[in-house]
């Protein structure tokens, strides 16, 4: 898990279960762009370029997780909770996720409402719903 916007929001709601060391090996915060590029190797021309918040950081993300752990599913958000800090091509909510499998990255940008807190409770309900439907989708695969 690499969390930019959510803060470390999904790692807890994770961890919060008993026994989730069963299936959760690591979470990031990765919440400036320096950290996104220290921790998980996310180019700074592509955060000059594009932005922290768009899919290919979070697919950058997703894929420096992968390439530094042993995780076979996870997951990565970045985006704008708010109040402040949107513009009119990125407005406050917007949040990009990654998940998926590594050599299978899928993205989303999600147009999320509400307060700062809201925005964040509501991309932590998207990731999980999205980690969830891939986890049991390998384990389908797999049975």
């Not at 768009?54 to 697919?59: D, G, N, P, V």
């Amino acid at each position: 898990m690499a969390e930019s916007c959510t803060g470390g929001l999904i790692a807890h709601r994770i961890t919060r279960v008993a026994g989730s060391s069963a299936y959760f090996d690591r979470g990031l915060v990765v919440y400036s762009n320096r950290a996104k590029t220290e921790l998980l190797g996310v180019p700074p021309d592509l955060l000059e370029a594009q932005g922290a918040v768009s899919e290919a950081c979070a697919r950058a993300m997703l894929e420096g997780l992968f390439a530094r752990s042993p995780a076979r599913i996870g997951a990565a958000v970045t985006g704008i909770a708010g109040p402040t800090g949107g513009s009119p091509g990125k407005p406050v909510g917007t949040v990009w996720v990654a998940w998926g499998r590594p050599g299978r990255i899928r993205a989303e940008r999600l147009a999320l409402q509400g307060a700062r807190v809201q925005v964040q409770e509501r991309a932590a309900d998207e990731v999980l719903e999205r980690l969830a439907a891939e986890a049991e989708a390998s384990w389908t695969a797999s049975a």
